[in-house]
């Protein structure tokens, strides 16, 4: 076998170890960085979505809170009229709701 080809076959060979070696290492590379935004754009998003909840949850037990200390609904001596006309009320002023409902629970049965 002549030298030349000798030469190239050994240097062919050695291009494709290196070759094959860098791109190992820049796949593996690739696939670290992927997943890493992938994990950070998850907890991101995780975040965002857990924030939101608990705003809604807030603004809910606002509600709920002013509803509770509403003159009207407070008080014994409201009628069941005057309570479903605040209730209606306020059910047009935040329309969120899809219904807002109330139970006497001190009635006698």
């Given at each position: 076998?002549?030298?030349?080809?000798?030469l190239?076959t050994?240097?062919?060979?050695?291009?494709?170890?290196?070759?094959?070696?860098?791109?190992y290492?820049?796949?593996?590379?690739?696939i670290k960085?992927?997943?890493?935004?992938?994990?950070?754009?998850l907890e991101?998003?995780a975040?965002h979505t857990?924030?939101k909840?608990?705003r809604?949850?807030?603004?809910?037990?606002?509600?709920?809170?002013?509803?509770?200390?509403d003159p009207?609904?407070?008080?014994r001596?409201?009628?069941p009229?005057?309570?479903?006309?605040?209730?209606?009320?306020?059910?047009?002023?935040?329309?969120i709701?899809?219904?807002?409902?109330?139970?006497?629970?001190y009635?006698a049965?």
């Amino acid at each position: 076998m002549k030298f030349t080809i000798k030469l190239t076959t050994l240097f062919t060979v050695i291009g494709l170890i290196v070759g094959i070696t860098l791109s190992y290492f820049v796949y593996t590379s690739n696939i670290k960085i992927l997943e890493e935004q992938i994990t950070d754009r998850l907890e991101d998003q995780a975040f965002h979505t857990i924030d939101k909840i608990d705003r809604m949850l807030f603004e809910r037990y606002e509600d709920i809170r002013v509803l509770a200390n509403d003159p009207v609904i407070s008080s014994r001596s409201s009628t069941p009229k005057q309570i479903a006309e605040r209730l209606k009320k306020y059910h047009s002023e935040h329309k969120i709701y899809t219904s807002i409902s109330f139970f006497d629970l001190y009635k006698a049965s």
